[in-house]
């Protein structure tokens, strides 16, 4: 989607005409409200939100059906295994794998425990 000038404004000003905006938006307008000069929230009109969830739902449908044909294509192709067969497969994958080191801030991190003086301890 294009939008102009007019369609992206600051919060301040979008919070001092939110009644003229919410009639634009419902009349097909998007707007893009900023905050320190970057992009922050959309204002659409709610039937236009729902269609875009309603697009997002049928694209995971339509993926889970494409995932649902390339694995009757396997099971037609014989490239099967049997459930134990697999799940052993996937644990030693798993295992084979070597571990990333972490570095003593992630490790840190990780615990809940950061440097309380903000240094880099890389």
């Known amino acids: 989607m294009v939008f102009s000038a007019s369609d992206v404004l600051p919060f301040t000003q979008a919070h001092a005409q939110l009644s003229e905006l919410a009639d634009q938006a419902k009349?097909?307008?998007?707007?893009i409200i900023t905050?320190?000069?970057?992009s922050h929230v959309a204002l659409i009109?709610?039937?236009r939100l729902d269609c875009y969830h309603r697009l997002a739902r049928e694209r995971i449908h339509l993926l889970l059906i494409d995932d649902a044909k390339?694995?009757?294509a396997d099971i037609a192709a014989g490239r099967t295994?049997?459930?134990n067969a697999a799940l052993t497969q996937l644990q030693q994958r798993r295992s084979s794998k070597p571990r990333?080191?972490?570095?003593q801030k992630r490790q840190l991190?990780?615990?809940g425990l950061a440097a309380q003086d903000g240094k880099d301890l890389e």
């Open 27 to 31: 009349a097909g307008a998007e707007k």
């Open 45 to 47: 009109a709610a039937d």
């Open 109 to 111: 991190l990780g615990r």
């Open 70 to 72: 390339r694995g009757l």
């Open 81 to 83: 295994l049997a459930a």
């Open 35 to 38: 905050q320190n000069d970057e």
């Open 100 to 103: 990333p080191r972490l570095t």
